[in-house]
């Protein structure tokens, strides 16, 4: 799974719904559990479903201030892009792209809403029931369009918030990121409001891919990111492609959510990645092997939302279509463990693969002698197992994807007595 830690710095933490490495340090973007303004934001906030005009928008507002103001942030279904919210309910202040123009007149530093052309465009609102309802007015335009929200969902942002260790690594690594912990499924439930930012979007198909007849795949994307991503189309067990089409969907979703979040940079800063997708559209993922008990899939890229360098990576991952869920290494291979921060694996083992990378390295020595310690399994066709290079620091960035790649008939003294089956072609 994923290990994007820096060298030397900080740990790998486990995903606590498999209990394994996470699926990688996500960077921080703008997070209703940091204001516009750089305070903290009371928890919780309430969610509201409805329409502006005749656009279906999503609102996620927290309660009053001691001045009466409230802190918030909305985005149109079609677009899923945040845009910040301040003020008095009615007269709640929608924050404006940021142009150098008015970057130069505030200062650099200068807080969202600080000037009258931060406040040009508002919201004004009442309460209605258990909803709000009211006026969208475009002072620039001299546009006004109808409001009306209905109260869907109530929750602390503050429990899903990357805490500790992840929120330091994510402030660390250059990026965007959609300020949810590695722990927490997106979901209507726990996510309410970025559950909606990425759920029940159309999805653009691309070729299916089939290995057997029973057994394809086949790479999707939401046209608002333009993020190819696989999805399990046949598979002889339904549950587990039921399954692990639902793990692929989170992982897909989280990836959308950095580069919407990377979009709406625009509002926060001028900087030259403000507003793109931060790279996200052109991130390589690849089936690299599926079979109907593994399925091998690597992201890839060099996604930059902003800062000094882009976040380069090569994060392996393995699904257990046998099982179901994530690959647990220590089911395969003989002494491997889970240790604090990472798979550990047997002395025996480890000796094997150093005389491999010493048989097969060929002029990639620098590179594979970092293994085992930044070390991600993988499976690659045809019948092959390779251990390679993942979570490295930027200055060893050039190593990614580098390593080992060993048959399986090679492996098979290292396999654990009825594991054998994951490693038939």
């Not at 994307?221 to 189309?233: E, K, Q």
Request: charged share 20%; net charge neutral.
């Amino acid at each position: 799974m994923r290990d994007r830690t820096r060298a030397g710095t900080l740990p790998v933490q486990c995903d606590s719904r498999t209990g394994l490495p996470s699926r990688g340090w996500r960077p921080v973007a703008l997070a209703f559990s940091v204001s516009v303004a750089g305070a903290a934001v009371a928890a919780p906030v309430d969610v509201y479903r409805g329409t502006l005009g005749g656009s279906e928008v999503v609102m996620e507002l927290g309660r009053p201030q001691a001045d009466g103001s409230r802190q918030g942030r909305y985005f149109y279904r079609r677009h899923g892009v945040d845009i910040p919210l301040q003020g008095p309910l009615n007269a709640l202040a929608e924050a404006q792209p940021l142009t150098p123009e008015l970057t130069e007149k505030l200062g650099k530093d200068a807080p969202l809403f600080t000037d009258a052309s931060q406040r040009a465009v508002v919201w004004s609102l009442q309460p209605q029931g258990d909803g709000l309802s009211g006026e969208w007015v475009d002072h620039i335009h001299g546009k006004k369009l109808p409001l009306s929200l209905r109260r869907i969902a109530h929750y602390d942002p503050e429990r899903i918030a990357p805490q500790g260790v992840e929120a330091v690594t994510q402030a660390i690594v250059q990026g965007a990121g959609s300020s949810i912990s590695q722990g927490v499924a997106i979901s209507e439930q726990t996510t309410p409001y970025d559950y909606l930012r990425v759920a029940g979007q159309p999805l653009e198909r691309g070729r299916e891919v089939v290995i057997a007849q029973d057994l394809a795949w086949q790479p999707v994307r939401d046209a608002r990111t333009r993020l190819w991503y696989p999805r399990l189309t046949r598979h002889p067990d339904a549950r587990i492609l039921a399954r692990t089409n639902a793990l692929l969907e989170q992982r897909h979703w989280a990836m959308s959510l950095e580069a919407l979040g990377c979009r709406a940079s625009l509002y926060l800063n001028l900087g030259p990645a403000a507003g793109s997708l931060g790279n996200y559209e052109n991130e390589q993922i690849q089936v690299t092997y599926l079979s109907k008990a593994l399925m091998s899939v690597v992201e890839s890229g060099s996604t930059d939302c902003g800062g000094a360098h882009p976040n380069n990576h090569y994060d392996p991952f393995v699904l257990d279509l046998l099982r179901g869920g994530y690959m647990d290494f220590t089911r395969l291979l003989k002494g491997a463990k889970y240790g604090e921060y990472k798979l550990e694996y047997g002395d025996r083992f480890l000796r094997f693969l150093d005389k491999a990378a010493r048989r097969h390295a060929g002029d990639d020595n620098d590179c594979t002698g970092l293994l085992p310690q930044y070390m991600a399994p993988m499976f690659d066709k045809p019948d092959r197992m390779s251990f390679v290079i993942s979570g490295i620091g930027h200055a060893m960035g050039v190593c990614l994807g580098s390593g080992v790649s060993v048959p399986f008939k090679d492996l098979r003294p290292y396999v654990r007595p009825g594991a054998e089956r994951y490693l038939q072609p």
